[in-house]
């Protein structure tokens, strides 16, 4: 099979191919067909147009994920323009900051976004335009304004005799060409811009397409938008691959609890699953755990005879907990539980699990569930080389560096970072340890910032630690810190669970010092836990839902 290298030539194919079927719906919303979105697209081009953006401009959006985030998103890079995805759980001023960092132009914003945001703050911005129905929000170019008031006038003078499939033209983009411009939310607190081109775009749809799309999905099948789009693992799994697909991909647009998200499964029974441990965590913990957890179920479990079919059954209740059309669910963003991923893998359940950086637009590692390793995170992706720094890889922890074609430009305006991120031979150093098996197959084991000197000079890795942690008794969420020569784990219990048992603070202190014991005695001397601290509420956390941890370091 040919693989295609312009972006905007296959948005272009599948716009035509996919002329009269559904392509994006808000969920229990409005539904616009490929026709639709082609539509909205050129309207947004005559806007571009007339208010005088060039070809490399850049153009700023925020706003929770919706059809109209993605149609714009569309049509900026199909104009030639560079976007700048900007998440929407960032507070009004690094909004700000991001749009005269990046020197946008325009700025398209949601509805919760436009209530924060202050024009004055972004001085050289000349329109902010509201997504919900593309309105001027704040105008200092007075050709906006009046292209605006005119564009279904414009549309029509362009097109007299109705926007049909051959007007379907959009900008040549060449490979090292700037796509985008994506500010990470970072767990330093500093975001930095990753400078994407075309060519990382189109090294994970082609990635995507040959090894999932072609042999195992359909087109016209539905997907379900849960993550951020304007993070790329969202951005590039969960709205780039259906679209050019020929997908019916449906969006969340409001904050997701566990109950919506439920029910949209149920609903829109996507053809793939994309999601955070997280998410994946909480519905097993909170709607199969307790189901399987007693003496009776147990029993049938340590029975031979029908313990193959007690599994079968559970793992079809889980199935059906994403809808039961699922090819696979692909877990990312973050490191699963260890108890999660061994009572998936226990019960045949079709999961895999990705590895990828937004310096990767992302993908770096990934593998079918077929031929998922329990515990890796795949293997590296086609087009990208992956190996470990380290003498040896296999049992020995080094940083995981990678190059290929997913691989950033640099950091906008940033040399410094850039030139520490990307060495002379083209290698991108993540940050992630990891070690990789004769197979290929990638384990990560931390990041190298979060790496814990012990006082006899061994390395600790955090997020280990943790991980058993968290599969303990009352424990939401944990971190591992470290003050003078002792390891301390601040826990988040799960409170709901403690409502339930009606434990006092005292109930809690004692299970947890139980665990603390439990725990170190698991654990070689030198990483043993000093102290477990209690905090009352959840820990920050990115888009992506990992703890903010630089934030607890001096707790």
Not at 51 to 65: E, F, M, Q, Y
Not at 325 to 330: F, S
Request: proline share 4%.
């Amino acid at each position: 099979m040919e693989l295609e290298k312009s972006f905007n030539r296959v948005i272009e194919k599948s716009i035509v191919s996919n002329w009269d079927y559904d392509a994006l719906t808000d969920y229990k919303g409005v539904t616009l067909q490929y026709k639709d979105v082609a539509r909205k697209i050129e309207k947004i081009h005559i806007i571009l147009e007339q208010t005088g953006v060039s070809k490399g401009d850049k153009i700023a959006l925020c706003g929770r994920n919706s059809a109209h985030w993605g149609v714009t998103f569309l049509a900026i890079l199909s104009y030639g323009a560079i976007a700048v995805p900007i998440l929407h759980e960032f507070n009004a001023e690094q909004i700000h900051n991001i749009v005269n960092h990046s020197g946008s132009r325009l700025l398209f914003v949601g509805d919760v976004v436009a209530k924060t945001i202050v024009a004055d703050e972004m001085p050289d911005i000349e329109g902010i335009i509201y997504l919900p129905d593309f309105s001027v929000f704040a105008s200092r170019s007075e050709k906006l304004t009046y292209c605006r008031e005119h564009l279904n006038e414009l549309f029509g003078q362009k097109y007299p005799k109705a926007f049909r499939k051959e007007h379907v033209s959009y900008h040549h983009d060449e490979e090292d060409e700037l796509a985008l411009i994506n500010y990470t939310s970072g767990t330093t607190g500093f975001s930095k811009g990753v400078m994407l081109p075309y060519r990382a775009l189109m090294g994970n749809l082609n990635f995507i397409f040959v090894k999932l799309a072609y042999p195992y999905l359909k087109p016209h099948s539905n997907m379900l938008s849960i993550l951020p789009m304007a993070h790329m693992y969202g951005m590039a799994v969960e709205f780039l691959f259906p679209i050019a697909y020929g997908m019916h991909l449906f969006f969340l647009t409001r904050l997701p609890s566990p109950a919506i998200i439920a029910q949209a499964f149920a609903d829109v029974k996507p053809a793939l699953v994309v999601a955070v441990p997280l998410i994946i965590e909480k519905i097993i913990r909170k709607k199969v755990f307790p189901k399987i957890q007693n003496n009776r179920m147990r029993l049938l479990l340590n029975m031979p005879v029908i313990s193959k079919k007690v599994k079968q059954m559970i793992c079809q209740q889980v199935y059906e907990a994403f809808g039961g059309k699922a090819y696979e669910v692909i877990i990312g963003g973050a490191a699963i539980n260890q108890e999660i991923e061994d009572f998936l893998k226990s019960i045949d359940f079709p999961y895999t699990v990705g590895y990828g950086t937004t310096e990767c637009a992302p993908l770096i590692a990934y593998s079918d569930y077929k031929n998922h390793v329990p515990g890796s995170c795949g293997v590296a992706v086609d087009g990208m080389e992956v190996r470990i720094d380290s003498h040896a890889p296999s049992y020995i922890a080094g940083e995981i560096l990678t190059r290929g074609n997913n691989v950033m430009l640099g950091y906008y305006k940033n040399e410094e970072a850039t030139n520490e991120a990307l060495d002379d031979e083209g290698w991108y150093h993540t940050g992630d340890l990891g070690t990789m098996d004769a197979g290929g197959h990638i384990f990560i084991r931390g990041r190298k910032k979060n790496m814990l000197l012990s006082a006899n000079g061994q390395n600790v890795y955090p997020e280990e630690i943790e991980d058993k942690l968290n599969s303990m008794a009352m424990v939401s969420e944990s971190v591992v810190i470290q003050r003078g020569d002792q390891f301390v784990a601040l826990v988040c219990p799960d409170y709901e669970e403690a409502r339930n048992m009606a434990f006092t603070d005292e109930d809690l202190k004692n299970v947890m010092e139980q665990n603390r014991q439990e725990l170190n005695a698991t654990l070689p001397a030198y990483s043993r836990i000093h102290t477990i601290e209690i905090r009352k509420e959840e820990f920050a956390k990115t888009p992506k839902k990992s703890i903010k941890r630089y934030l607890y370091q001096n707790v």
